[in-house]
């Protein structure tokens, strides 16, 4: 998986970045996501 760091400039480049996480740590067993909703509103 390549990362490309550019800014967020938009609502969809926002959920992009907060989901980010969640593909890549899905086969972590060991992480816990945070509330998508509290990284959204902040």
Do not use: H, Q, T
């Amino acid at each position: 998986m390549a990362v490309e760091i550019r800014e967020v400039k938009s609502r969809r480049d926002l959920r992009k970045f907060v989901r980010f996480p969640l593909k890549l740590y899905r086969n972590n067993p060991y992480w816990v996501p945070a509330l998508i909703k509290d990284d959204l509103n902040s």
